[in-house]
């Protein structure tokens, strides 16, 4: 099974930011004329040096065809997660290692009807490497304010109590909602 006929692509949705921007980073598995089986345990992901990352749920892996490079291909999204970069200059993430099984139908002389008609099959493992890609990664502007935590993006702030009508010594809750886009995980309380 040749590498134009199954690979691993390293997509990422930006390849110049600012810090603490986040980034979306995908791999996806790419065949077209073989059998996958399953995709194994032993995968090697990146140790994503200088991000702050956030996995993000992949739920049952599902298959689109997209054509790419002048072929069609049967493609599978098998990992994606955020990035926010958090320094300045060119960061390298590295290459991912995968693992899947193929079946691939013997070629041994037909010994029935029953061989012929429904065929026999070896299940072989094929190592798979999603190439490194580079980030760069700009400096956030000049003149921050004294307390900047990191927290990038666009956020808004609400408040809510529990009641309105209180009696002396009556306990309320008050509850602080905080939305928005951005690196949430940097907001510090």
Do not use: C, W
């Not at 995908?26 to 992901?45: E, I, M, P, W």
């Not at 300045?88 to 013997?106: C, K, M, P, T, W």
Request: proline content about 3%; aromatic content about 8%.
């Amino acid at each position: 099974v040749g590498a134009e006929n199954i690979f691993v692509r390293t997509l990422v949705s930006k390849t110049r930011v600012r810090e603490q921007e986040a980034i979306l980073l995908s791999y996806k598995l790419y065949f077209a004329g073989v059998d996958v089986a399953q995709l194994t345990n032993n995968t090697r992901l990146p140790e994503f040096k200088g991000f702050l990352k956030q996995e993000l749920e992949m739920g049952e892996i599902q298959t689109e065809l997209e054509h790419y490079n002048g072929r069609n291909y049967q493609v599978a999204t098998i990992y994606r997660t955020l990035l926010f970069p958090q320094r300045s200059g060119d960061i390298v993430i590295d290459a991912a290692q995968f693992e899947v099984l193929l079946r691939v139908q013997n070629r041994a002389q037909v010994r029935s009807i029953f061989d012929d008609f429904f065929g026999s099959y070896t299940t072989v493992t094929k190592p798979l490497a999603a190439p490194s890609t580079t980030i760069h990664v700009a400096e956030l502007p000049a003149g921050k304010p004294a307390g900047f935590s990191g927290g990038v993006g666009q956020f808004s702030i609400n408040s809510q109590l529990s009641d309105t009508d209180l009696q002396a010594n009556e306990a309320v809750t008050l509850t602080l909602t905080i939305q928005g886009a951005g690196n949430m995980k940097l907001l510090k309380t």
